[in-house]
């Protein structure tokens, strides 16, 4: 029994520990949206016990703590990001506008990428996430957050593809909500994601080539007055700009009418009460006129009814963040963008809820009580704020719910705020406390009089209770005293008169205004608005005059009119309120994002077709309204574009690059010298190349398609002007068609490598959770029989006679290989080897194969990290055609520059390397023929012919031949 007892405390003992032992295991990494964010929060819940560190961004630190999560005791570590962490970008050439058509930017692949200033979060997060067992996103709770969320989880899985990743769900940084959101962790929303991706991707592809188009064109065209301009397009930016115009272009059109109209003013004391006419006013003077005179003719004047009834000043609704930007535009007379900015920097510090919301109305779950209970110790609302506790919170709730967030509203009580930030936390706390509060009551009596059959009518309010009024001071509700009448009194007016007006133009929009259209119309978001407000501000489409109104630019009048000339609906809301809506489908799982956005890029592309076919509208447009007449030379693309084989018309995409699986191979000019090569369009980043040969000459690439390859694979066309290679190619006229991945005799006879080419590692490409590598894809394809090719019984004559043909400096930076024999591919590439030998950029490559084990394998991972031998191969390919003997070139002879030369030590180091290779090598071998100089006798040879150097070589190389 006593032994039953021990074991059973062993094993009590043994549980525990190792249950102590998974607890201080479980470690989680915490990310934020913004350091003060990161800092708010590992403070709550770390009860201020957190410790703070350094990562490699000295503006996101790290918070260490402990705490529990899912009921175990955890290792906490709290950083943060500073917005979107990674950017998506066109890749490598796409990128430089004048290299590429801006049209095929709607279809241009791209990437997202983290920038150079996001490097050290980049490396942080992937420092910090390698001890970490699960990922916790803090990020803000709508589409962007999510997305920036999603961001993160692709960095981390990146490192640590296995971790858990957990969503943390909060509308405001408080102690207790922060606490409820770790207790009730959700998982990542990737819709909203999605919504997100689509957005960014489409405002990128539509921007820039609508941008770089009407940049490149009206600075070209205007140099005066847009040669230094940005001319940026923006599918909410142009619409946005368009209620400003439109409004503009509304009162310049405006004509001005006269009007007259009736009054009647009755004074009792020093009460006058003015009676305003039922017909308002009339454009007519004479009829106006006439109806002065019958009331003249009996200016007695009858009481006809008295209507008292009561009076409500309704209590504003909750806070969302359109309204906050109205109103702080209105009553505070700050900018939307200054707005959010505030409001951003105040919730980031647990003062005020998320300021992201189309919610208008408060949840019964929300304890309003206790929120307004901190406010009673403010010395200036706190009395009302008593008084609302004693009424009972009862908010006035709106009709709109984003399902999300709350209502915007203060979290805490704070004193310490100065200038805007006090200004913008005020607003927010006394429009909270006027919502839960009552309405103004009044009662108000409407007195309806009769004078020679017209009626007139006078209004008086009476104020029993102010309420709201009493907190919010930005409405004002003023009594408006009347004499006392009952019905069917009579008595002579004071004075009856006809007064004379006239019409006035529309005023000018406000950003209030303007905010208050884009939410009507559907043109971007709660979010968004403030942002596209300010772009087109510093775009110059738009300023701001007297009282904040707002005008446009000549620019921008100038774009709107063009793009309404030109009967486009890009300058309209409803596209954009179409994809708005759209993205909303996207987020709920109506819609499939790429089909979303395969639409919207199929719509815009239609609109930059008619814009580049009716450009001349807009630059008339322009030149009107910048009083600048257009330089005559219209051909853009010539001045534009470098590349001249780049139009809208011609397909240069030759197929994808097997390099880096990220853009297409495309048809491009040498730029130092003449002749053509084919790149990759992702270029520095990818540097796969395929040499031309200057024998092809007026290379174009063709709009039909391999039809062995597929129709993603073009052909290629060119033209031989020598004899020689007419005869091989059978082009009696010199123009050649093929296709560069399946003509094996064209990549053979000129040296181009398709199939090995070599991988240099991923380009980073993390897309959301995903990471694009990429990869080699290999090139194998059939033979196109419809492509015109020489017989392979040419090839077998040139090889017997041994012909003489034209210097060839061409292919890709790999030596050919011929698969034609098995015999052949045991020994590829010798030639290869032998040329890379000589240069002394390779010789640490061969001291470590000097002690290898000669084998296929070996060989082939020598080849393999040995790239730039064209010039090599090229040279002893000249010097071997122009010798009649076929002797071996000296060493000296194969480099001009002094350090090209290689060392005595290298030297050295190839011919033992060459001897043993020979011992393994049939010189009878038919690959071998061709290439005398490959064979272990070659540097014997060499160095019998070459008493010059051979001196020198010897010295080093007899002492050490036995080894």
Known sequence: MLRFIKCLAYSNIYCRKY????????????????????????????????????????????????TEVSGRKSKMVMTSVSGHLLQLEFVGIYRRWKEVDPQVLFTAPVQKTCQENFQPILRTLEREVRSCNGLIIWTDCDREGENIGYEIIGVCRKVKPSIKVYRAVFSEITKASVRRALH??????????????????????????????????????????????LISYGSCQIPTLGFVAERYKEIEAFVSEPFWKLKVLHTIGDLTVDFLWARNRLFDKAACEDYLLLCLADPKAKVIDVITKIKHKWRPTPLDTVEMEKLSSRKLKISAKETMTIAEKLYSKGIISYPRTETNQFSK????????????????????????????????????????????????????????????????????????????VGSETVVNISVAGEVFTATGLCIHERNYLDIYIYEKWNAKQIH??????????????????????????????????MEKHGIGT?????????????RGYIGVV????????????????????????????????????????VCTGKKDPKVVLDEQIQKYQEAYTQITEKVTSMDNKIALRINENPTKNDN?????????????????????????????????????????????MNFPDCKNAIWLPEECVEPRILPESCQHCGPNVKLIKFKFNSLYYKNIFNAPTGWYTS?????????????????????????????????????????????NPNINRASESSVNILKKRNMSKPKVVSGTKKGSKNKNTEIQSTHKNIRTFFTSALNNEHSKSLERLDNAAVSNAALDEFFDSNDDFDEIISKVDIQNENRADVQAPCIDSLFTDKEDYVSTENYATATRFVNKIDLNFDNNIPDLQDFPWGTGEYKRSTMNKCSGCNQKAKQSIEPNISD
């Open 546 to 585: 007297d009282k904040g109104c707002l005008v446009p630019g000549v620019i921008g009048m100038g774009l709107y009119e063009g793009y309404d000339a030109m009967n486009l609906t890009l300058a309209k809301p409803t596209l954009r309120a179409e994809f708005e809506s759209d993205l909303k489908d």
């Open 739 to 783: 296709c560069l991945r399946c003509d094996q005799h064209l990549r053979d006879l000129f040296n181009i490598n398709l199939e090995q080419v070599k991988s240099t590692g991923g380009i980073v490409g993390i897309i959301g959770d995903a990471i694009t590598p990429a990869g080699v894809v290999p090139l194998v394809s059939p033979r």
């Open 365 to 440: 779950d929300i304890d309003l009580r206790s929120l307004i209970e901190q406010f009673t110790a403010h010395p200036d609302w706190g009395t009302f704020a008593q008084r609302v506790n004693e009424w009972g919170a009862n908010p006035r709730n709106g009709n709109k719910s984003d399902q999300a967030h709350p209502p915007i509203h203060p979290t805490k009580l704070v004193t310490d705020l100065h200038g805007n930030d006090a200004r913008v936390y005020e607003l927010i706390c006394r429009h909270f406390l006027a919502c839960v509060s009552k309405d103004g």
């Open 19 to 66: 249950s102590q032992q998974i607890n201080v295991n479980m470690k989680y990494l915490n990310v934020a949206e913004k350091n003060d964010a990161a800092k708010t929060i590992a403070g709550f819940l770390s009860n201020g016990t957190s410790t703070r560190r350094e990562g490699y961004s000295v503006y996101n630190k790290i918070y260490d703590f402990e």
């Open 484 to 517: 006392k009448y009952e019905r069917g009194q009579l008595f002579e007016p004071t004075e009856i008169s006809m007064q004379e007006g006239a019409t006035t133009a529309p005023p000018l929009l406000t950003e209030a205004d303007l905010i208050a259209l």
């Open 636 to 680: 853009w693309k010539d001045n534009n574009v470098k590349n001249q084989n780049i139009t809208n018309n011609s397909i240069t995409e030759l197929f994808q690059c097997p390099k880096c699986s990220m853009a297409p191979l495309t048809l491009r000019q040498k730029k130092s010298s003449k002749g053509h090569f084919i790149g990759c």
């Open 526 to 538: 709660d979010a968004t608005h403030a942002e596209h407000i300010n772009t087109i501000k510093e």
């Open 184 to 229: 009730e962790l959700k998982e990542p929303n990737k819709r909203l994601s999605d919504a997100v991706d689509v957005r960014t991707e489409l405002d990128l592809r539509t921007g820039a080539a609508i941008t770089r188009f009407q940049t490149m064109r009206l600075q070209r065209l205007f140099p005066e007055k847009i040669a230094d301009k």
